[in-house]
């Protein structure tokens, strides 16, 4: 199983629709999750982080975390054409048993797309 | 103030021939990260420093590929020789702290090795 996963999607929404997209986790001692933007052609940056059980929201962005189901969420409200871009999940994993070090690991991303 | 700078932003190289990238994090970051990403294999680590001192490398492919941070404020990342398979996105990013803090990435290299 691959440390972090994702939908590659793509994912398509109306305008003003509720966008969500998914990650999945292996290393169940992972506390802190991030999410960022990755626009065509762009480099990511970072729009989320989230270390507790639950939501967090910021705006028009919700993060949801269940370390239980080793499960994080981004949901994007009144979505807009601007959302259109590449989503990617990073998860902190300790890298140390493997010769690494503390690090985070990305998903593949998922791409989204909101037609106006 | 200025982002992650990294040079150049396209090279096209030959098969073999030495790549180096470069990159200048923002000033009074203290961790600095290389990652190549490409629709294969995603978003990966390549190697990652703290305070100027390589902290893990063991995302580097392979020994035909080597990284240096001589001082605080710039980075190489060298290819040699180079091979078809490496081409990619090649992004730095830099964090105020710890690998786990808001990293900032660069505009990326884009490499094409022919």
């Known amino acids: 199983q691959k440390e972090v996963e994702q939908n590659s999607g793509p994912l398509s929404v109306p305008e003003g629709a509720i966008a969500s997209l998914n990650c999945t986790y292996s290393?169940?001692?992972?506390?802190?999750f991030f999410w960022y933007r990755q626009y065509s052609g762009k480099s990511p940056e970072l729009i989320m982080s989230?270390?507790?059980?639950g939501d967090k929201e910021d705006g028009r962005f919700t993060a949801q975390l269940n370390k239980a189901s080793q499960y994080v969420s981004l949901l994007i409200r009144d979505s807009q054409p601007s959302d259109s871009a590449t989503y990617l999940c990073?998860?902190?994993?300790?890298?140390?048993?493997?010769?690494?070090?503390?690090?985070?690991?990305f998903g593949k991303g998922t791409k989204l797309t909101v037609n106006p | 103030d200025a982002g992650v700078i990294q040079s150049p932003r396209h090279e096209v190289t030959e098969m073999g021939q030495e790549v180096t990238l470069r990159c200048k994090p923002i000033?009074?970051?203290?961790?600095l990260f290389w990652y190549r990403q490409t629709m294969m294999r995603g978003l990966e680590l390549l190697i990652y420093?703290?305070?100027?001192?390589?902290?893990?490398d063991s995302g580097m492919p392979e020994d035909r590929f080597s990284a240096k941070m001589p001082n605080a404020s710039f980075s190489t990342l060298k290819i040699q020789p180079s091979e078809p398979r490496d081409s990619a996105v090649y992004f730095c990013?830099?964090?105020?702290?710890?690998?786990?803090?808001?990293?900032?990435f660069g505009p990326g290299t884009r490499l094409t090795v022919l």
């Open positions: 990013a830099s964090s105020p702290g710890l690998a786990t803090d808001t990293q900032y």
């Open positions: 290393d169940r001692v992972s506390q802190s």
């Open positions: 989230i270390y507790s059980n």
């Open positions: 990073a998860v902190k994993i300790n890298g140390w048993t493997q010769g690494g070090s503390e690090k985070l690991v």
């Open positions: 000033s009074g970051h203290n961790s």
């Open positions: 420093f703290n305070n100027n001192v390589p902290i893990d």
